[in-house]
T-cell receptor, first 111, second 114 residues
Framework: AQSVTQLGSHVSVSEGALVLLRCNYS??????LFWYVQYPNQGLQLLLK??????LVKGINGFEAEFKKSETSFHLTKPSAHMSDAAEYFC?????????FGKGTSLLVTP | GAGVSQSPSNKVTEKGKDVELRCDPI?????LYWYRQSLGQGLEFLIY????????KSGLPSDRFSAERTGGSVSTLTIQRTQQEDSAVYLC???FGGGLETQYFGPGTRLLVL
């Protein structure tokens, strides 16, 4: 099955520290890949997506992700965490017309 | 402009009752999707509409679930004879076209079946 795996259901970082959220995909064909963020009691908001071309993708709110085919990874990073970054983050890949999501990673930012 | 809206935002029902969940997509978006988010299963795809047609219903968990879309706009997800395992957040998304266009999500309907 074509799937995505997010390593770590909970990640805690200090304010100002590097944020690294891990995502690996399974596929023999490079998929389109997405990162979404969900704030409490809200829907999902697209942070960034990889389709083709440049493997380093920049998104909103200072986030970026790098597509690495050799590692089948699409990890999300941000150089300096803000308190407002605390949320649930979902990695996803295309699966037909739908999106196939990972289980999510809850990011906690401590002062 | 207005985003995807869903109603009701919360719904509490008794086991065995029918419920209807509504989604208003972004104006001009031809594609509409329903997903379910639950603690045990994460985010699951339910159904995809292109216009009023549903070319992909593969995610509907049972025949108690149905959905329709009228006028290429509003969609209704109906759950008949609700069960406790139907308790979840039901998310709707829309996109300008199908395929790999960015999907924009609504805030969801939180369904609790007692």
């Amino acid at each position: 099955a074509q799937s995505v795996t997010q390593l770590g259901s909970h990640v805690s970082v200090s304010e100002g520290a590097l944020v690294l959220l891990r995502c690996n995909y399974s596929s023999s064909v490079p998929p389109y890949l997405f990162w979404y963020v969900q704030y409490p009691n809200q829907g999902l908001q697209l942070l960034l997506k990889y389709t083709t071309g440049a493997t380093l993708v920049k998104g909103i709110n200072g986030f970026e992700a790098e597509f690495k085919k050799s590692e089948t990874s699409f990890h999300l990073t941000k150089p300096s965490a803000h308190m407002s970054d605390a949320a649930e983050y979902f990695c996803a890949r295309n699966s037909g017309y739908a999106l196939n999501f990972g289980k999510g990673t809850s990011l906690l930012v401590t002062p | 402009g207005a985003g995807v809206s869903q109603s009701p935002s919360n719904k509490v029902t008794e086991k065995g009752k029918d419920v209807e969940l509504r989604c208003d997509p972004i104006s001009g978006h031809t594609a509409l999707y329903w997903y379910r988010q639950s603690l045990g299963q994460g985010l699951e795809f339910l159904i995809y509409f292109q216009g009023n047609s549903a070319p992909d219903k593969s995610g509907l968990p049972s025949d108690r679930f149905s959905a329709e879309r009228t006028g290429g706009s509003v969609s209704t997800l109906t759950i008949q004879r609700t069960q406790q395992e139907d308790s979840a957040v039901y998310l709707c998304a829309s996109s300008f076209g199908g395929g790999l266009e960015t999907q924009y999500f609504g805030p969801g309907t939180r369904l609790l079946v007692l």
